[in-house]
Structure formats: C-alpha cells, structure tokens
C-alpha cells in the first residue's frame, strides 16, 4: 500500500506529466481556455490513460513478451490508445455534445498525446504489476487534469483582468505555465 501511495504522489505532483515531464503540452495549452472545458478533457485523459495502462500491460504480458513480439511494443501501445479514444469520442458525442463540440479537435489528438502512450511506455521501463500500472496511469492522469484546470481557472481570470496588450492571449498563457511548472518544481524531492 505505501509504495502505490508513492505512485499516486509521484504521478501526481512530483512527476506530473505536464508540469515535470512536459508531456501533453498540445491539449493543454489548446483545452485550457475554459474550465469545464479542461476538466471534460481531464476526466476523458483520465478513462483513456487508466484503461490503457492496463489493457497495454495486457497486451505486453500475454501478448508481446510471450510471442517475442517486444519491438512491436509502440504500434501495439498507439492501437490500443487509439481504439479507447474512439471509444471515448462516440460515448462523448452521445452523451454530451457540448462537450464533444468544446474539445473539438483535441478529442482525437488524445490517440497521439505522448502523455498516454507515455504512460504506458512508463509502466513497461518501471516493470510495474498490473495494479501499479493502473494506479500509476489514474494518478497521472489525475495530474494532467490538477494541472489543464489550475492552468485553465488561472487563464479564465486572466483574460477578466487589464492585462498589457504584450500579455493578451497566448503568450500570458506560456508565461503563466512556465510559472506553474516552477511551482511545480517545489514538489520534487518529496518522493524518492
């Protein structure tokens, strides 16, 4: 129990995808205008990242390693990210076509967000069980979402405020992200 804690702090604070490793930059900066808007992406990043971290450990262990398949690990990792996000994508435009519309775009970039496949690839090199997989693609997950919807609630009162024309925009917005992964720095060495 204390070293899946561990995990969950690591992937959430110390390592935190965005902030540490600046992976998934593209939907974070693109999704990031609107709270509910990051946090629909958040909760879709989260099912996608879960679910493939332990259908990836699936195929790796029975599939891959028992057929000496390991070079295929990549293709076989982007196939399965790439069907859930079509899972993802029809159950949103069903359910919630607002948000489908919202997240536009960046809907189907999750299939090459390398924070997802970079979980799994991460699970794999840390030779993680299937519980520390799981657990460790949820708490990621869970960072990327802590980090789009602080980015995005600070980016909402931004543009409320009288900002200089220099700051307008995207480039408030690169400067306000650099600050957060600085502040994120502050977490390292809370986990060793």
């Not at 935190?16 to 879709?44: E, H, W, Y």
């Not at 057929?67 to 859930?84: C, K």
């Not at 948000?99 to 997802?116: K, R």
């Not at 990327?144 to 307008?168: H, Q, Y």
Request: charged residues 10%; contains cysteine; aromatic residues 8%.
């Amino acid at each position: 129990m204390n070293s899946l804690m561990m995990i969950v702090i690591g992937s959430v604070l110390v390592n935190n995808f965005v902030m540490s490793q600046f992976l998934g930059i593209c939907p974070f900066l693109g999704v990031s205008k609107r709270t509910d808007t990051a946090l629909g992406m958040g909760m879709a990043v989260t099912f996608v990242m879960g679910t493939a971290s332990l259908l990836t450990y699936l195929v790796e262990t029975f599939l891959l390693i028992p057929l000496n398949l390991e070079y295929m690990q990549t293709i076989a990792f982007i196939l399965v990210i790439a069907v859930l996000v079509q899972i993802v994508e029809m159950v949103l435009k069903k359910i919630s076509r607002s948000l489908y519309m919202a997240l536009g775009v960046y809907l189907p970039l999750i299939t090459t967000n390398c924070a997802v496949l970079g979980v799994a690839v991460l699970n794999s090199r840390e030779g993680y069980n299937l519980i520390e997989s799981v657990v460790n693609g949820v708490s990621a997950a869970l960072g990327f979402t802590l980090a789009i919807v602080i980015f995005a609630g600070i980016r909402e009162r931004l543009a409320s405020s009288n900002m200089p024309k220099w700051m307008d925009g995207f480039p408030g917005a690169l400067i306000t992200a650099g600050l957060m992964s600085i502040a994120f720095q502050g977490f390292a060495g809370l986990v060793h």
